[in-house]
C-alpha cells in the first residue's frame, strides 16, 4: 500500500501502525527504511523476518532529537552529544551504550545501541505523531532484503516487499547513501562506516581524531564485507584497467549484459549499458543505489565500475561499492 506522505491522514495511518507493533516502509534523506517500535522486541523480530537479516546484526533506532535519544542511552557521552549538535538531524548515526532493557532485539543484543535522528520532513514527521501514542523510536533498517542494494525511491520498498506493505512516497532520497557511524561507545570515538559527512568534519565536530576501528569495536549496520549487491556481478576497477578491459572485450565482439558506470564513455561500437559516473561525490551518491538497480533490471549480467577518486569525500560512495563488489569475489 502506497501513500503519500505528504498526506496528514497517510502520516498518522502510518504512526498507528507503528504503535501497533507492524512494519512500515519510512524515506529517509539516506535510503528508505523498513521500520518497527524499537522498544518492541516481537515487532523488531518481524524486520528481522521480512528482510532474512540475521538477528545478531544490529539495526539504527531512529529518533526525533536529542530528547528522545535519551531513553535508549546509558548515558549519552560528550562525545555523542557533541555529534547530535553538530549533525542532527541528518544522516550521521552515534553508538553509545544501551539502557538496560531497551531496545535489546534491535541492538542485536549488544551492550551498545545505535541512534539517529533523520532530516526527512515525512520520516520527522511520523516520528512526532508516533511519540504522541507512545512510540519513542524506531528500528530502521534499508528497506531491501538482506545483503541486496539498498532503496532510494519508495517504488523501490515495493518491489522488494510487495504490495501488502504500507510504504510512504517522500520522493528520491537525497543523499542516497546510509549514514556516517561512530561509535561513542569507547574511551575514543571511531568511524565504523562512513557516509556522506567527510570525516574531517566530523573530527572538527568532535576536537579530535577519530580512532582506527579495532576488534572490540560494536557490530554496527552495513559493515559486513560483502553488502549492498545488485543480483548482477560488480567489479570495480580504476581507470586505466577499466579503459584496458573495455578495450580488450570491444575488440572481441563484446560481452552480453554488460553495464558501465564510469566518467569515460566506453569504446564505439561496443555494446552495452553506460551511465555516466558524476565527478561530484554528493551528486554519485545520491544516485548510486538507483543506477545499479536500473541496470538490474535491465537484466544486466556485470557492472563494470570505474573506482571513484581516493579523496576522502568519496569514503562513502566507495565503502559501498566496495562491499557490492566483494559480494562477487572471486
Keep these: 500500500m502506497l501513500l503519500p506522505g505528504t498526506d496528514p491522514d497517510a502520516v498518522q495511518a502510518a504512526a498507528e501502525r507503528l504503535a501497533a507493533g507492524e512494519l512500515l516502509g519510512l524515506p529517509t534523506e539516506t535510503v528508505y527504511g523498513l521500520a518497527a517500535r524499537a522498544d518492541s522486541d516481537t515487532a523488531v523480530a518481524k524486520v528481522f523476518a521480512a528482510k532474512g537479516r540475521p538477528s545478531d546484526h544490529p539495526l539504527i533506532v531512529h529518533v526525533l532529537d536529542a530528547a528522545a535519544a535519551a531513553p535508549f542511552a546509558d548515558p549519552l557521552p560528550a562525545a ?17 551504550a544501551r539502557k538496560p532493557g531497551m531496545a535489546e532485539a534491535a541492538a542485536g543484543g549488544q551492550v551498545t545501541v545505535a541512534l539517529r535522528a533523520p532530516a526527512h520532513p515525512v520520516a520527522r514527521a511520523v516520528l512526532a505523531a508516533a511519540r504522541t501514542l507512545g512510540v519513542q523510536g524506531v528500528a530502521a533498517p534499508s528497506a531491501n532484503r538482506f545483503g541486496r542494494v539498498s532503496p532510494t525511491r519508495a517504488r523501490h520498498v515495493v518491489e522488494e516487499f510487495g504490495a501488502e506493505l504500507m510504504v510512504l512516497d517522500g520522493g528520491s532520497c537525497e543523499v542516497g547513501i546510509e549514514s556516517s557511524i561512530v561509535d561513542c561507545s569507547r574511551e575514543r570515538p571511531a568511524l565504523l562506516r562512513p557516509g556522506l559527512i567527510p570525516r574531517a568534519r566530523i573530527e572538527a565536530a568532535l576536537g579530535e581524531a577519530l580512532a582506527e576501528p579495532d576488534a572490540a569495536a560494536p557490530k554496527a549496520s552495513g559493515t559486513l564485507a560483502a553488502h549492498y549487491a545488485p543480483h548482477a556481478r560488480v567489479r570495480l576497477l580504476d ?36 551511465q555516466a559516473l558524476p565527478g561530484d561525490p554528493a551528486a554519485a551518491a545520491h544516485e548510486l543505489f538507483a543506477v545499479l538497480r536500473a541496470f538490474d533490471a535491465a537484466g544486466a549480467h556485470e557492472i563494470w565500475v570505474e573506482a571513484p577518486p581516493r579523496d576522502t569525500a568519496w569514503d562513502g560512495v566507495r565503502d559501498r561499492l566496495s562491499r557490492a563488489a566483494a559480494a562477487f569475489a572471486d
Design 80 to 96: 555523542a552529544r557533541r555529534l547530535m549538535d553538530a549533525f542532527w538531524p541528518g544522516p550521521l548515526t552515534v553508538i553509545v
Design 239 to 274: 581507470a586505466a584497467a577499466l579503459a584496458l578491459r573495455l578495450g580488450t572485450v570491444a575488440a572481441g565482439g563484446g560481452l552480453e549484459g554488460l553495464a558501465v558506470y564510469s566518467r569515460a564513455q566506453p569504446p564505439a561500437g561496443l555494446v552495452c549499458q553506460w
